[in-house]
């Protein structure tokens, strides 16, 4: 029988960075159900490509995270600034839509800026309580930046009805213009430094897997392939597939919030009912190794309902390391909300739409190919989730359990804040919490 101080569900950053602080502290170990850490956070090679799971980078905006990353990856990091753009009508803009609308044909920045400024001037009061993104989005951008991209782009995005889904994910991630900058974006000069990610950082070398990997080296209570299968908070049992029971007094989740109550024994009827109302999409990323292109863009967004994807990006302009040499990588995410991908269907419609918009000339240029699934990719923000999560925490704080990071906090986050989490995770439990 194996015991321990606390069991963390989870080799990804947040479960990492919670062993890291534990470490020389208290007994933990992390239950990895893969065969090798990171999670999400992981790179895989093929081929001699580095390929990762989507665009993972690095937003570094609090002094204790960022040194703590920083120290980790011991100097294999490099500061990127951000070239992000937009394709739509045939045409390039840079990033974000609604400030930067220069590269957009006349008759749409027209209506974009007289929509924005039109709504703008209006200034209607947001509604009491959670407000529903396709009214939010034409109450604050008006209907041309709306109809354009906003609506397109979010659709495609989350999967999910727009008239449901609500708005709490937006402030930190839908740069917000003033019309001197709406108007400046479309006839004056482009507006450089919105949004959250204008620069980031990403390693040298090793692919976003280089800091899991680094974190995992110092982890002498990380054990892969260890799958837990259920889970009884109250009497502080774990089951793990293959290996049996294992014994704790604290623990930590960072597995999917809604998976989690599904396998724990003990939780009541209320709190299974709440998380069975947890809904999220699927992201299938193409990973793409190719030769003869040329482009300096780091990723770029696909409203419009021809092309399949979401958003498509050249990742070895974040580190010419991730190829061999004369070699380029894409990473193409395209959504469903749960549904099976075609991939071979996908694939076909995917290069066709790389060809229109001018990434690649030919398929003949592919030299390799990768696909990855994220099965829990962005979990929906609507009312069921706000009802939700209060049930879930109330319960999990009774029993002294900490359920962190994108997916155990149920939430649309970053790296950065994974890690963060699972530092304060740990500071908790080493506090006597």
Known sequence: MLKTDVLIIGGGLAGLSAARALEGKKDYIIAE???????????????????DYSGHLLHLRWPDTSKFILEALKGNCARIERDARIYAHKSWTPYPFQANLSGMPSKVKAECVSGFLKAYNAGAVPPPGPEVF?????????????????LPYNAKL????????????????????????????????????????TVFNYPKSGGIGALANSLAMKSRGLRLGLEVESVNLKKGVAEVRHFGPVHFRRLINTAPLNDFIAMTSDSPAAVKRAAAKLRHNTVYVLNLGVKGVKT????????????????????????????PRGCASFYIEIATPGDVLDLASAETVVLRGLKACGLIKSAGQIVEKL?????CAYVVYNRDRAQALPVISAWLKTKKAQSIGRYGAWKYSFMEESVKEGLEAAAKISSGW
């Not at 863009?297 to 070895?316: I, K, L, Q």
Request: proline residues 8%; positive net charge; contains cysteine.
């Open 33 to 51: 159900r893969e065969n090798r850490p990171g999670g999400l956070a992981a790179t895989v090679k093929k081929g001699g490509f580095h390929f």
């Open 134 to 150: 396709s009214r939010w989005t034409r109450r604050v951008f008006g209907d041309g930046i709306s109809d354009h991209f906003m």
């Open 158 to 197: 989350w999967q999910y009805p727009l008239e449901r889904l609500t708005t709490e994910w937006c402030a930190p991630f839908v740069p917000m213009p003033k019309p001197e900058d709406v108007i400046k974006g479309a006839y004056g000069g482009r507006n450089e430094g919105m949004g959250y990610n």
């Open 296 to 323: 300096d863009m780091h990723w770029g967004y696909f409203p419009e309902a021809g092309f399949p994807f979401y958003r498509a990006g050249v990742a070895s302009n974040f580190s010419d390391s991730l190829t």
């Open 371 to 375: 696909w990855l699934k994220i099965p």
